[in-house]
């Protein structure tokens, strides 16, 4: 298995030496951020330990170089644990982003809402999350260092920066609980009043997994969702991946609005 720190020196040879202070991941149909990096578009094939990412309407390409000043790393795909039944699918890439030197991460996703007031187009902070499927990343890992504490995972800070950073563009951000599902087929509408009763704001099929290798890790990290439709039952639109595709982009024009001033205000 190839190091990150080998995969890591590969990237500087293409982005050049200077660290990358911040990575960001990004969802189905939020592709476009990507392409406003200043700097090359490495494609995952280049790179020992990235996933190989399969799924329509993501661009497995990592793009580093400036972004409103920041030296970030931009994931252009992520793998899903549908995709092959691996929850650990993201270590390799977020071990590179960390090899690059960055301390902090932010996940954005697309996901159906199961609150009436965060409707399809809205965005919405996750405040924490769910791991409803009931696996780990880090099973398997042998080091102490898997026992990760989840309390705070969604960093309270960066969450502070990502709401002032909201509100300075006048957009609202709303904030709840994501649930993660395994996908690749939807919920069902019992499934959906269940995750309400357990407590879930949004069902999504990603993300999760990623956060839990970022606080592993010790990268700071925080996730938005684009709400693309109501979670199953919850309303008569017909829910697809297609539906999820053309959805994202209301969103996602606004999500990067935050991410913009986000990153261009002082730390
Ligand atoms: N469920 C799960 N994942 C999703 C949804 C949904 O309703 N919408 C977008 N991603």
Redesign the pocket.
């Known amino acids: 298995m190839t190091e990150p720190t080998e995969t890591a020196a590969l990237i500087r040879a293409r982005a050049g030496e200077e660290p990358v202070r911040l990575g960001l991941i990004l969802g ?1 149909g939020l592709g476009h951020l990507a392409q406003a990096v200043d700097g090359p578009a490495i494609p995952y094939a280049d790179l020992p330990g990235f996933p190989r990412a399969q799924v329509s309407g993501h661009n497995p390409h990592l793009h580093v170089g400036l972004l409103e000043g920041v030296r970030v790393a931009v994931f252009g795909a992520r793998e899903h644990y549908y995709e092959n039944g691996n929850p650990a699918a993201m270590r390799g890439a977020l071990e590179t982003l960390k090899a690059l030197g960055a301390d902090r991460l932010i996940l954005t996703n ?3 809402s199961l609150r009436p007031d965060i409707p399809p187009g809205d965005l919405m902070l996750l405040s924490d999350h769910i791991n409803y499927n009931g696996l780990n990343p880090l099973i398997g890992e042998r080091t102490d260092a898997r026992f990760v504490p989840m309390t705070d995972a969604h960093s309270p800070r960066l969450r502070a920066a990502l709401r002032a950073a909201a509100a300075a563009e006048g957009i609202a951000l709303k904030e709840g609980v994501y649930a993660w ?1 395994s ?1 690749p087929s ?2 069902t509408p019992a499934e959906i009043r269940l995750l309400r009763t357990l407590g879930a704001d949004a ?3 990603s993300t999760v997994p990623e956060v839990i290798l970022a606080r592993f890790l010790g990268l700071e990290v925080a996730a938005v969702s684009t709400i ?2 109501m ?2 039952g919850l309303s008569e639109e017909r ?1 697809s991946h297609d539906h ?1 595709k053309a959805m994202a982009p209301l969103g996602a024009a606004k999500l990067e609005r935050i991410l913009r001033r986000f990153l261009s205000a002082p730390e």
Do not use: D
């Open positions: 189905s697309a996901a159906g599902y996908g939807f919920e069902v999504g099929m693309t439709n979670a199953a829910i999820t």
